[in-house]
Nanobody, 122 residues
Framework: QVQLVESGGGLVQAGGSLRLSCVVS????????MGWFRQAPGKERDFVAS????????SYANSMKGRFTISRDNAKNTVYLQMNSLKPEDTAVYYC???????????????WGQGTQVTVSS
């Protein structure tokens, strides 16, 4: 069973930075596409960023480009999300997910963490 545990969330002032981490159990971490998503209260879950198994390809939601950076360390089974220039509208629960390239993040071969709260005060 693959398990994901996020950490690094917290309260930060607008303009500040946070780095989220997600540690993944199991031996096949490098085979997974890793993603970060977020969900604000009363809103649907939104895609934030993703990175391929080798780290060679990254994708970002338009509103995060230039502010957020996704990276991974396959030796540590960890994916990161560096968030800079945070805004109050970035307040949400942030989730990491492990998936298979070309398949749905909501499919049976995708795994999700429990989430970590990020709150940005104005």
């Amino acid at each position: 069973q693959v398990q994901l545990v996020e950490s690094g969330g917290g309260l930060v002032q607008a303009g500040g930075s946070l780095r989220l981490s997600c540690v993944v159990s199991g031996r096949t971490f490098s085979t997974y596409v890793m993603g970060w998503f977020r969900q604000a209260p009363g809103k649907e879950r939104d895609f934030v960023a993703s990175i391929t198994g080798s780290g060679g390809s990254r994708s970002y939601a338009n509103s995060m480009k230039g502010r957020f950076t996704i990276s991974r360390d396959n030796a540590k089974n960890t994916v990161y999300l560096q968030m800079n220039s945070l805004k109050p509208e970035d307040t949400a629960v942030y989730y990491c997910a492990a998936g298979v390239r070309g398949r749905s993040w909501d499919g049976p071969d995708a795994y999700w963490g429990q989430g970590t709260q990020v709150t940005v005060s104005s």
